[in-house]
């Protein structure tokens, strides 16, 4: 299998270990992945809120390497998927815009490229069968809740995936690894995203309280899917004892028994290792 | 960008005839600067009223719906979006007044409030709206109209991180965190102290690299953000 690959910029960054872990799975699973060249920001939260235009020309021109490159578009952060859908729904609906962002960025939009979050390729195309089946390390006894935030499935005329109130994809990938995965109502609930440097004090607010009801959940850990989520939910959540936040790509990993899996553990600001040992998952 | 066309109104409720504007101020605005910023259209549109001798009645709704894509005048109060608001508690007003004064054209409180900049895009108002209005999308647009017409910012930081964000993008093609972080720290009204251990933190776990990668991008991107001026 073979897919175009857009790590987007938290992937050197903020949400290392997520392409770290990202990478190693999809390897595991004979998956090619080719880097588009010369890819740039998405636009995240600023682009859209200051600059309509740039909204739709900055992932737009990632389209368009990709549109050259051929393939599906693998995309593991929540928010740069969300652009690219954005830019993709206004190439495909609206004449004008399309003429404006074909002008600026100088290529002609096809529509073939599939634009995926990494989730849904894992799902589609692999499956809880494929997960269950290269699980050598069940996670047997680790009680999780799966954590989407907005992006993947908001708004759904954008997001196009699972679904906005009771997604489920995450769930069953991690069921099949052998996760005890708790039902919650909160797994779409907002983080806070870019408000966590200007209003730190909000985010905390939202982040204390999705840890207080995964908690009530019987969670002992929430799993993302979204690099900005998940270095909030670790490094704005309040009190003790404060619950880890993992990549679902980092859990996966573990249960296929990678050996990369222990690189990933020292980059959460939450050291989630104790909860792993307590659970015979880490030496 | 230039507004969509806006369907004749076909007798069903979902579609009203616009309300409030002159109708030939957003087409005489769109004819001279399809290629304008926000600010130059409106000036433009203004001067083009002036010579005339008439009263430019550009109201608010009309920009907002021409810049969002929506139809703001649909809203019927039901309060959903405020109701699902996450940052409510933090909010002034709410979604739902705040698309009211844009109804009744009280653009001064809109776009003073910290409510447009507080919004954090979650989009929960736009999936649960039951007119189909895409409320996010409204919250740019008078994000973007308080930046052109140089309303200062509710918060202002906030609007501060927007532009740090988007400077390092506008030079270097991609983000990278320390620029923005130590710009953020030196210029916002955030203590200088704070997120100090978390930001060493992320730099002792190689997550904030101090020098960017290149991106083989920077001269497409640039001349993406000057077409967008």
């Not at chain 2, 969002?68 to 005048?73: A, C, F, G, L, R």
Request: aromatic share 6%; glycine share 8%; net charge positive.
């Amino acid at each position: 299998m073979r897919y175009s690959y857009y790590p987007g910029c938290s992937a050197h960054s903020t949400g290392l270990e997520y392409s770290l872990s990202t990478e190693a799975t999809l390897r595991q699973l004979d998956v090619e992945l080719e880097e588009i060249e010369g890819w740039n920001c998405c636009g995240a939260s600023s682009a859209h809120a200051l600059n309509h235009r740039l909204a739709l020309t900055l992932p737009a021109r990632n389209l368009a390497l990709a549109q050259k490159a051929g393939g599906d578009l693998l995309i593991p952060c929540a928010a740069c998927y969300n652009r690219l859908k954005g830019a993709e729904l206004a190439l495909r609906s609206n004449s004008e815009a399309r003429a404006e962002i074909e002008a600026d960025v100088g290529f002609s939009f096809t529509g073939q490229v599939r634009i995926r979050p990494l989730l849904a390729i894992l799902h589609e195309d692999f499956g809880p069968q494929r997960v269950a089946a290269e699980t050598r390390r069940p996670l047997s006894g680790l009680k999780v809740v799966p954590y989407y935030g907005c992006l993947l499935v908001r708004p759904p005329r954008v997001a196009q995936f699972d679904d906005p109130d009771d997604p489920r994809l995450m769930a069953s990938l991690l069921r099949a690894a052998g996760a005890e995965v708790m039902p919650w109502s909160h797994a779409t609930d907002c983080c806070g995203a870019g408000l966590s440097l200007p209003r730190s004090d909000a985010v905390y607010r939202l982040v204390g309280r999705l840890a207080e009801r995964a908690r009530e959940a019987g969670a002992e850990a929430l799993v993302t899917a979204c690099p900005l989520c998940q270095v909030n939910l670790e490094m704005r959540q309040p009190a003790t004892p404060r619950l880890p936040a993992f990549y679902f790509t980092e859990l996966l990993g573990l249960a296929f028994d990678l050996p990369e899996a222990r690189r990933w553990w020292p980059k959460h600001l939450i050291d989630p290792r104790p909860l792993l040992r307590s659970h015979n998952l880490a030496d | 960008m230039a507004a969509a066309p806006h369907p004749a109104y076909d007798g069903s409720v979902s579609c009203r005839p616009r309300i409030g504007g002159r109708p030939g101020a957003p087409a005489i605005a769109t004819a001279l600067g399809r290629r304008l910023s926000f600010a130059k259209r409106l000036t433009v549109q203004r001067l083009a009223g002036a010579a005339k001798g008439k009263r430019v009645q550009t109201s608010l709704i009309t920009e907002v719906d021409a810049l969002s894509h929506q139809q703001v005048e649909l809203c019927y109060h039901c309060h959903k979006c405020s109701a699902g608001c996450p940052l409510l508690p933090e909010m002034t007003f709410g979604p739902d007044r705040l698309l009211r004064m844009v109804q009744v054209g009280d653009g001064d409180r809109a776009l003073r409030s910290r409510d447009v900049w507080l919004c954090s895009g979650c989009a929960t108002c736009a999936t649960r709206c039951p007119n189909d209005i895409d409320i996010s999308a409204v919250m740019d647009a008078l994000r973007q109209i308080a930046v052109a017409t140089d309303v200062p910012a509710g918060e202002r930081d906030a609007l501060l991180f927007h532009r740090l964000f988007l400077g390092v993008v506008r030079r270097l093609g991609r983000s990278h965190e320390a620029a923005m972080l130590g710009l953020f720290k030196v210029l916002s009204r955030v203590p200088i102290y704070r997120d100090v251990p978390a930001g060493i933190g992320l730099f002792l776990r190689g997550k904030v690299p101090v020098l960017p990668r290149p991106s083989g991008a920077a001269s497409e991107v640039r001349r993406l953000f000057e077409r967008s001026q």
